[in-house]
């Protein structure tokens, strides 16, 4: 397994219009142990930086492209917005060939104000065939994230894959958000080990209410806050232990959601992860 650092880490910095892709790889390169990074495509922005560039520092700082993340959300009631997120999709499948990446993150939708479920099931269906078969022709696999409440827990996702029914939709596999669906990680982890083709490496602890930092609702009403890998109640450790064991041998991302600063939080997520990893190793 080999570990890459998400942009979305440290999106403070790009939402301040700080850094661009070219100054997280920079970052990246020199302050942590990462082999790749996770680009996103709410932050690409081939009219600010071109790909040219990103590709320059990319090999200047010995990193790959492990995956590109799309946030769509194919829940949506209008038929043209559907068609703008499978646009996303598609956008995010070009820029990961374009750097000779194998996975595009993917989610299914979010609730939305008078939408049931089975509706909103059939859309996500449709919408997530459509990319499969894209992304297949271009020789990249979307891996469906299980990532917010509406169909979050790991047999919504299973029963997705199973009825996109393509080689080219698999599971991104991220151990904190089961917590937000009321659902264990290991358990989980049972259920979509087969499936899972691409890891995000993430820690959440429970907090009390009124919890100062920035904190997510669970389904339970529960609140948790990120946490540095191995500070949290997700263990990473056992879970990146199980996945060796079941064969998986690909990209685990640290995707680091904490309220300490994002640079430092990366960096000692990324620590935590290689040290695991090879602890890992050198048992089996």
């Keep these: 397994m080999k570990t890459s650092l998400s942009v979305w880490s440290c999106h403070k910095y790009f939402y301040d219009q700080t850094w661009k892709n070219v100054e997280f790889i920079r970052f990246t390169g020199q302050n942590t142990r990462a082999e790749g990074i996770e680009l996103l495509h709410r932050f690409w922005y081939p009219e600010a930086e071109s790909r040219n560039e990103i590709e320059r520092a990319l090999q200047q700082e010995g990193l790959e492209v492990a995956c590109v993340g799309a946030s769509n959300n194919f829940a949506l009631p209008d038929a043209s917005g559907r068609a703008e997120q499978l646009r996303h999709i598609t956008e995010s499948v070009d820029i990961a060939a374009g750097f000779g990446a ?3 993150r993917v989610f299914s939708g979010n609730r939305q104000e008078g939408v049931d479920f089975e509706t909103a ?5 449709e919408g997530l065939k459509a990319a499969a078969e894209y992304a297949g ?3 990249v ?3 469906l994230e299980n990532h917010g409440l509406f169909a979050g827990k790991s047999a919504q996702v299973l029963d997705i894959i199973r009825d996109v029914n393509s080689e080219a ?3 991104t596999f ?5 917590l937000l669906v009321d659902e264990q990680p290991a358990d989980a982890l049972s259920t979509l080990l087969p499936v899972v083709a691409h890891v995000h490496a993430k820690d959440f602890v429970q ?3 009124g919890f100062a930092g920035e904190t997510y609702m669970a389904l339970s009403g529960d609140r948790y806050a990120g946490k540095v890998l191995g500070e949290g109640g997700v263990d990473v450790k056992a879970l990146l232990s199980r996945l060796h064991t079941g064969g998986y041998a690909d990209w685990v991302t640290v995707e680091y959601e904490g309220n300490d600063e994002q640079k430092l939080g990366s960096i000692q997520s990324v620590a935590y992860v290689k040290k695991a990893l ?4 050198q048992t089996n």
Excluded at 121 to 125: K, M, S, V, Y
Excluded at 174 to 178: C, E, L, Q, V
């Design 169 to 171: 939709l698999r599971s």
């Design 137 to 139: 022709s271009r020789g």
């Design 102 to 104: 194998k996975t595009v």
């Design 141 to 143: 696999v979307l891996c």
């Design 207 to 209: 907090v009390a209410e």
């Design 174 to 178: 991220d151990m904190g958000n089961f």
């Design 121 to 125: 099931r059939g859309w996500i269906l």
């Design 278 to 281: 090879e602890s890992i190793k």
